[in-house]
């Protein structure tokens, strides 16, 4: 694929991968061989495949209230990319791990920090591949930050440190067949940035990512062992736009009937985190281009901007 041949690949135990990563980093999307086990994906993607085909309302029972879609399942027609004109076409599923109720992240962020759901009462088996699931792809993870980091002439614990209880989630996307959209408008996922540090996708089972680079749609794909790594707004902010929070988008092949199951983990920095910017070697005479927010000040504004905030209850009106 043109694509994935355009993407760099990183090696993260190579001597002299520091230059490449600071290019890749300014791509917004790059390729690092994945340490997850395939046989753990490849039951993952099982367990995954057999939930998405349950009947809606087996699926529409595992909606988990006030957790901003961030822990369960999420029906079609619900996120809505900014850019968009109508909501995606896909199916979510989302985990993550709990943290203990009397952590002050949990107590001051509580609808950041919902406890994970797993239907394994309709698919028996699925919430320990994804538990452990999850574990694997937070270890890869932190060998890329820290990977990142060094590149950037920060401490290589910089970025973990950050990600130390922050609330990485994953999300499985089922996109149905586009012959099952509702109107031609539809896609599976309007173009969007990643809201998080950095997004790890090790596996799809059909072709649709595209990546925007230097104004042209590029197929990205991930060869089996590798997993694509994309930069999100808080690495873009962190570094002053140095490295890209690259545009990219999901969308069906032309007069393809097949649908498609993804598998990404978001990382996302405690909530509480300032997004200052790094004093970055030879980048420090850049004008400052983003003004100062927490993470979870970023993470609220995004996702209200895509439909993703659970509404409140209405106050009552004094009488």
Not at 20 to 25: F, I, M, V, W
């Amino acid at each position: 694929m043109k694509g994935r041949h355009m993407l760099k690949e990183i090696d993260l135990d190579r001597p002299g991968s520091r230059d490449r990563l600071r290019g890749a980093l300014h791509d917004g999307f790059f390729l690092v061989r994945n340490t997850v086990p395939e046989s753990l994906l490849d039951e993952a993607y099982g367990f995954l495949r057999a939930f998405f085909a349950l009947p809606a309302a087996d699926k529409a029972a595992c909606r988990i209230p006030g957790t901003n879609g961030q822990s369960g399942y999420t029906p079609p027609l619900v996120e809505h990319a900014e850019k968009g004109t109508v909501p995606d076409w896909k199916e979510l599923f989302h985990w993550g791990a709990p943290l203990p109720p009397a952590h002050p992240l949990r107590r001051r962020f509580p609808d950041r920090y919902p406890d994970p759901y797993f239907p394994d009462h309709l698919v028996p088996g699925i919430g320990s591949a994804l538990r452990e699931l999850h574990t694997r792809t937070l270890h890869f993870q932190y060998d890329v930050v820290r990977t990142v980091a060094d590149a950037l002439g920060a401490h290589p614990d910089y970025f973990a440190d950050m990600l130390e209880d922050g609330p990485v989630v994953n999300r499985a996307t089922w996109y149905p067949p586009m012959d099952q959209a509702p109107s031609d408008r539809h896609v599976w996922a309007a173009e969007h940035q990643d809201f998080d540090l950095i997004t790890a996708l090790p596996r799809a089972t059909a072709a649709g990512l595209e990546v925007l680079l230097d104004g042209e749609w590029l197929p990205v794909d991930a060869p089996r062992g590798y997993a694509v790594v994309n930069v999100g707004m808080v690495l873009d902010r962190l570094t002053n736009g140095l490295a890209r929070a690259a545009v990219h988008r999901v969308v069906a092949r032309p007069g393809g009937t097949e649908g498609r199951l993804s598998l990404v983990q978001f990382c996302h920095p405690a909530p509480w985190t300032t997004l200052t910017p790094l004093r970055i070697p030879g980048a420090e005479d850049r004008p400052l281009r983003f003004a100062p927010l927490t993470a979870d000040e970023l993470f609220q504004r995004t996702m209200y901007r895509i439909n993703r905030l659970d509404a409140p209850p209405l106050a009552s009106t004094p009488r």
